[in-house]
C-alpha cells in the first residue's frame, strides 16, 4: 500500500484540480467562513473559482461585495490580501426562492402552466418553506454553476441544516414530496375536471377530500390541487435534474470537505456524516476541525523575562493555563477517536482570537487551513491498536 498522502496537501491538490468542492458539516461549525476561505486559496492557486455562500454574516457578505439581494456571482479584487494571485474569486449568495423560480421557467411546459404555478398560493409558500427545498435548491444551482464556463471551480458552502445530511437526500425528498401519493391521489381526479365538485370516483377519495376540506379549506385545497396540476408536466424535468446532480456528486472531479468543531455533538454528527459520504460513494477530500483551542504548553515561548504580576494573579493565570490545558487534552482524545473511527486524519485549524469578516481574515484562515497541522501519528497508532 503506498503511503497515505498528508490530508493538507490532499485538499491543496482537490483545489488546484477538481471542479466542484463541497463544504458541509453541522450548524455553526464554520462552513461558510471555510468554503471563503478555501476560494481565496484556490484563487491564489490559479483557478477561476465561485464560492457560493448560503447564510454568510452580514459582515462577511459586505467584505465579499454581497448586498441581501445578490443572488449573481460578483468578481472581488484579491490584490490587497493575494496580490500574485494567479487566478480569480467570484462570489454570490444563494437565493432559494429566485433558484426555484427558475426551475419553473425552464421546466413548464408552456407560459399559462408557468404563470399558474408561480402565482399559485400554495407555491408560493411551498417553494420557501417545503422541507428541504432549501437544500435542494443548493443542489439544483450547483449544477447550474457548473455549467457556467466563467469559472472552472465551483465551492458550494451548505445550508444550516439541523441534520447536515439533509441536502444529499434533497433531490430525492423533492422528488417524493411532489410524488405525495396521497393528496395527489385524492385530488388529481377531483380538479382534473377544473371545476369544484365533490364527485369523485372512490368514496374513500371523497371521504379524504371531505375531511381534508373541513381541515385546511376547500381555497387551499384548490391552490394545492392546481399546483399539483401543473406541476405534473414537470416532473420529468425535475428527476433528470435530480439524477445529474446526484452523478455531479458523485463523480471524481467534485470533493466534499466535511468541517466539524471540537465538541461532542458535532463530532458525532461529522462522523455519521462521514459514514453515510462513505456510504453513498462520494468522493471525500478533507475532515476540518475547527475553532480548536490550542494547547498553551505547546505554544512558543514568547520569550523575554516575565512581567511582574500583581499580587494573586499569578495564581489565576496557572489555574487559567491548567484549564486551557485540560480542554486541550480533551479535545485531542476525542479527535484520536474520530480518526481512529473515521480513518481520515482531521487538518486542526486554531480558534482565531476574533472573527472573520473580511478577506485578510479570509486570506489567513485558507492559511491556516492549508498549514494545518493532523493529530501525532504515534497516538494514533497505539489509539488504532488498542481498539483492534
Ligand atoms: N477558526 C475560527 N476562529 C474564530 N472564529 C471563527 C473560526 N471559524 C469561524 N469563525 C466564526 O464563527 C462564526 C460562524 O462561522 P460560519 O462560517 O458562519 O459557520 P457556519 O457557516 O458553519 O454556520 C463566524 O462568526 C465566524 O467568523
Ligand atoms: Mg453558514
Do not use: W
Not at 256 to 267: D, K, S, Y
Not at 295 to 318: C, M, N, R, V, Y
Not at 360 to 377: C, K, N, Q, V
Amino acid at each position: 500500500m503506498s503511503p497515505r498522502r498528508e490530508p493538507a496537501a490532499a485538499l491543496r491538490e482537490a483545489l488546484q484540480e477538481r471542479h466542484v468542492i463541497v463544504v458541509c458539516g453541522a450548524g455553526g461549525v464554520g462552513k461558510t467562513t471555510t468554503a471563503a476561505a478555501l476560494g481565496v486559496q484556490a484563487a491564489m492557486l490559479g483557478r477561476r473559482v465561485l464560492v457560493c455562500t448560503i447564510d454568510p454574516s452580514r459582515r462577511l457578505a459586505t467584505s465579499l461585495g454581497l448586498t441581501r439581494l445578490s443572488d449573481k456571482p460578483r468578481a472581488l479584487t484579491l490584490a490587497r490580501v493575494a496580490p500574485d494571485a494567479a487566478g480569480e474569486m467570484s462570489a454570490m449568495m444563494l437565493d432559494t426562492k429566485s433558484t426555484f423560480d427558475a426551475l419553473v421557467h425552464r421546466y413548464a411546459k408552456d407560459e399559462a402552466a408557468r404563470d399558474r404555478i408561480l402565482q399559485n398560493r400554495f407555491y408560493k409558500h411551498v417553494s420557501a418553506a417545503l422541507h428541504g427545498s432549501h437544500e435542494y435548491m443548493a443542489m439544483e444551482k450547483l449544477l447550474e454553476l457548473t455549467l457556467d464556463e466563467r469559472f472552472d471551480l465551483v465551492v458550494l458552502d451548505t445550508p444550516p441544516t439541523l441534520h447536515a445530511l439533509d441536502f444529499l437526500e434533497a433531490p430525492d425528498r423533492l422528488m417524493s414530496f411532489l410524488d405525495a401519493s396521497v393528496l395527489r391521489f385524492f385530488l388529481r381526479p377531483y380538479f382534473a375536471a377544473g371545476r369544484v365538485t365533490l364527485r369523485i370516483a372512490t368514496r374513500t377519495g371523497a371521504l379524504a377530500l371531505k375531511l381534508a376540506d373541513r381541515l385546511l379549506g376547500l381555497q387551499f385545497l384548490q391552490d394545492l390541487s392546481e399546483f399539483f396540476l401543473a406541476f405534473e408536466s414537470m416532473y420529468d424535468g425535475f428527476k433528470e435534474r435530480a439524477a445529474k446532480v446526484h452523478a455531479l456528486l458523485r463523480d471524481p472531479s467534485s470533493g466534499f470537505v466535511l468541517v466539524t468543531a471540537p465538541n461532542a455533538a458535532t463530532l458525532d454528527e461529522a462522523r455519521y456524516f462521514h459514514e453515510r459520504l462513505t456510504e453513498k460513494q462520494m468522493p471525500f477530500v478533507a475532515l476540518i476541525v475547527n475553532r480548536l483551542h490550542p494547547d498553551p504548553a505547546q505554544e512558543p515561548d514568547p520569550g523575554g523575562p516575565l512581567p511582574t504580576l500583581p499580587a494573586g494573579l499569578d495564581a489565576k493565570l496557572i489555574a487559567v493555563h491548567r484549564d486551557m490545558q485540560a480542554l486541550a487534552r480533551a479535545e485531542a482524545k476525542t479527535l484520536i477517536r474520530l480518526e481512529v473511527d473515521t480513518g481520515e486524519p482531521p487538518l486542526l485549524v486554531p480558534e482565531l482570537e476574533t472573527d472573520i469578516h473580511d478577506l485578510r481574515g479570509l486570506r489567513e484562515a485558507g492559511d491556516l487551513i492549508l498549514g494545518a497541522r493532523t493529530l501525532p501519528r504515534r497516538r494514533v497508532r497505539r489509539a488504532a491498536g488498542a481498539r483492534a
